[in-house]
């Protein structure tokens, strides 16, 4: 494990030769100081969306940094609404000292209110070092970096039960109707063919940002996501329409449409890995697997495997990202150890921590891929570093929080309509250009 030293002026108070830059303006991340915890007595406020097995494996991190610094920590999850969640606190005056930030619309939002800290120079020349450029693009505003991107997500994958599609007969696809072909045969084994994670909005522009960016291109995909063309353009109808032949294929569903409205993500993955089968296959991020390992005991790559998300038509397989940014508040009470505690977070040390547990991906390219505690996190982890700036970040996370990361509104709700009744893609695409102009201002 890569470890960085500090070199440190002699000028420099007892605190300062624990933090390194955090207190001197230069040098190293966030140090043990030997036996000393040089953060005893302060206590730093992390909010952020995970729950369930992200929040008890991102808490392990939190704890080595207990260890290491002394600091004490608490974890308030948010829920998806990161944004008022965090923006209602900041009113009432009881803001949390850092925010894990999933989506990098709400990232600007921060940033333009004047909420946020940049970064410190350590925290800086670790992403200059160890990220590729395209984390520091999305972790950036006007030039000046905010967030620092811990955890990464792999957005391309269809996880699927190894006995499901060999009780089936069938292989794994690699175009967009063969996998659906074999959702068909799937059924007609006795299992449906997806789970389809519904009740959260966020999953459904997952689907169809992998459809439009393999059917449309990443040219179009980037004009899209900063609404240079509109959601009204004949390539959001055709993606739409693709999507729709499995929304409206009610055998292809478990549950048919009103099942899926009423599954949430950790639901839909229970549907395929619990012990209670209901289908075969459920298309999510590389976390998936973090669920189904712990907390239905799959052994990832034996009894809980993935194939990447197939092309669409003539266009090339899809390689989808997001990621959750930490970053600093202003308004914080603790900001000094704030700032240290996202120090940490850029090295591969914290990134090992979770990357050991499971459900996690990091784009510290220093982080050693024997970390990872199965070959297939580390084949996913692999190819997301190795896609270098090429990867195309989550659509809606780059869009205004009011469009792309709102539950019940935006996005998220009018393709909760979609899925509902997905007969009329020309309707559906203009609702979400009416939202999106009031979202952008445009």
Same mark, same amino acid.
């Given at each position: 494990?890569?470890?960085?030293?500090?070199?440190?002026?002699?000028?420099?108070?007892?605190?300062?030769?624990?933090?390194?830059?955090?207190?001197?303006?230069?040098?190293?991340?966030?140090?043990?100081?030997?036996?000393?915890?040089?953060?005893?007595?302060?206590?730093?406020?992390?909010?952020?969306?995970?729950?369930?097995?992200?929040?008890?494996?991102?808490?392990?991190?939190?704890?080595?940094?207990?260890?290491?610094?002394?600091?004490?920590?608490?974890?308030?999850?948010?829920?998806?609404?990161?944004?008022?969640?965090?923006?209602?606190?900041?009113?009432?005056?009881?803001?949390?000292?850092?925010?894990?930030?999933?989506?990098?619309?709400?990232?600007?939002?921060?940033?333009?209110?004047?909420?946020?800290?940049?970064?410190?120079?350590?925290?800086?020349?670790?992403?200059?070092?160890?990220?590729?450029?395209?984390?520091?693009?999305?972790?950036?505003?006007?030039?000046?970096?905010?967030?620092?991107?811990?955890?990464?997500?792999?957005?391309?994958?269809?996880?699927?039960?190894?006995?499901?599609?060999?009780?089936?007969?069938?292989?794994?696809?690699?175009?967009?109707?063969?996998?659906?072909?074999?959702?068909?045969?799937?059924?007609?084994?006795?299992?449906?063919?997806?789970?389809?994670?519904?009740?959260?909005?966020?999953?459904?522009?997952?689907?169809?940002?992998?459809?439009?960016?393999?059917?449309?291109?990443?040219?179009?995909?980037?004009?899209?996501?900063?609404?240079?063309?509109?959601?009204?353009?004949?390539?959001?109808?055709?993606?739409?329409?693709?999507?729709?032949?499995?929304?409206?294929?009610?055998?292809?569903?478990?549950?048919?449409?009103?099942?899926?409205?009423?599954?949430?993500?950790?639901?839909?993955?229970?549907?395929?890995?619990?012990? $209670?089968? #209901?289908?075969?296959? !459920?298309?999510? %991020? +590389?976390? =998936?697997?973090?669920?189904?390992? *712990? &907390?239905?005991?799959?052994?990832?790559?034996?009894?809980?495997?993935?194939?990447?998300?197939?092309?669409?038509?003539?266009?090339?397989?899809?390689?989808?990202?997001?990621?959750?940014?930490?970053?600093?508040?202003?308004?914080?009470?603790?900001?000094?150890?704030?700032?240290?505690?996202?120090?940490?977070?850029?090295?591969?040390?914290?990134?090992?921590?979770?990357?050991?547990?499971?459900?996690?991906?990091?784009?510290?390219?220093?982080?050693?891929?024997?970390?990872?505690?199965?070959?297939?996190?580390? $084949?996913? #982890?692999?190819?997301? !570093?190795?896609? %270098? +700036?090429? =990867?195309?970040?989550?659509?809606? *996370? &780059?869009?205004?929080?009011?469009?792309?990361?709102?539950?019940?509104?935006?996005?998220?709700?009018i393709l909760q309509d979609f899925l509902r009744d997905p007969s009329d893609p020309k309707a559906t695409g203009a609702a979400l250009e009416k939202a999106a102009a009031k979202a952008y201002q445009d």
């Amino acid at each position: 494990m890569m470890r960085r030293r500090t070199t440190l002026l002699a000028s420099c108070t007892a605190l300062a030769l624990s933090l390194g830059a955090t207190a001197c303006g230069g040098g190293g991340p966030v140090s043990a100081g030997g036996g000393d915890k040089p953060l005893s007595g302060q206590t730093i406020n992390v909010a952020g969306v995970w729950s369930g097995s992200e929040q008890k494996n991102f808490q392990q991190v939190l704890d080595a940094f207990t260890e290491k610094t002394g600091a004490k920590t608490r974890f308030t999850s948010t829920g998806d609404n990161v944004s008022t969640v965090v923006g209602s606190k900041i009113e009432g005056g009881n803001a949390p000292d850092v925010v894990m930030v999933p989506q990098v619309g709400v990232l600007q939002q921060f940033a333009k209110e004047g909420w946020l800290k940049p970064l410190s120079r350590t925290a800086q020349k670790s992403v200059d070092a160890d990220y590729a450029d395209v984390w520091k693009d999305y972790g950036s505003v006007d030039g000046t970096l905010y967030g620092l991107y811990f955890k990464a997500a792999h957005k391309s994958t269809v996880w699927y039960s190894p006995d499901a599609l060999d009780e089936a007969g069938v292989e794994t696809p690699t175009t967009y109707d063969e996998m659906l072909d074999a959702g068909r045969t799937v059924s007609e084994s006795g299992l449906a063919a997806f789970s389809v994670a519904g009740q959260d909005g966020w999953t459904l522009t997952d689907w169809f940002e992998n459809v439009y960016l393999s059917q449309a291109g990443p040219e179009k995909y980037d004009a899209l996501a900063a609404h240079e063309i509109k959601w009204t353009d004949p390539t959001v109808v055709d993606a739409l329409t693709t999507l729709g032949k499995l929304f409206k294929d009610k055998e292809l569903i478990a549950g048919g449409q009103k099942g899926a409205l009423n599954t949430d993500f950790p639901g839909s993955v229970e549907k395929v890995f619990g012990p $209670e089968p #209901a289908a075969g296959m !459920v298309y999510e %991020g +590389d976390f =998936v697997a973090g669920v189904a390992k *712990d &907390q239905f005991g799959r052994k990832i790559g034996e009894d809980a495997d993935f194939f990447p998300f197939p092309a669409v038509g003539d266009g090339k397989a899809p390689v989808v990202s997001g990621g959750d940014a930490a970053v600093v508040l202003k308004d914080g009470r603790s900001p000094k150890a704030a700032m240290a505690f996202l120090e940490y977070l850029a090295t591969p040390e914290a990134s090992a921590v979770w990357a050991e547990v499971g459900g996690f991906l990091s784009p510290n390219k220093e982080l050693d891929l024997a970390s990872y505690g199965d070959d297939i996190t580390r $084949e996913t #982890a692999k190819s997301l !570093v190795d896609a %270098g +700036d090429s =990867v195309r970040f989550d659509m809606s *996370d &780059q869009a205004p929080a009011a469009f792309g990361g709102t539950k019940g509104a935006g996005e998220w709700k009018i393709l909760q309509d979609f899925l509902r009744d997905p007969s009329d893609p020309k309707a559906t695409g203009a609702a979400l250009e009416k939202a999106a102009a009031k979202a952008y201002q445009d």
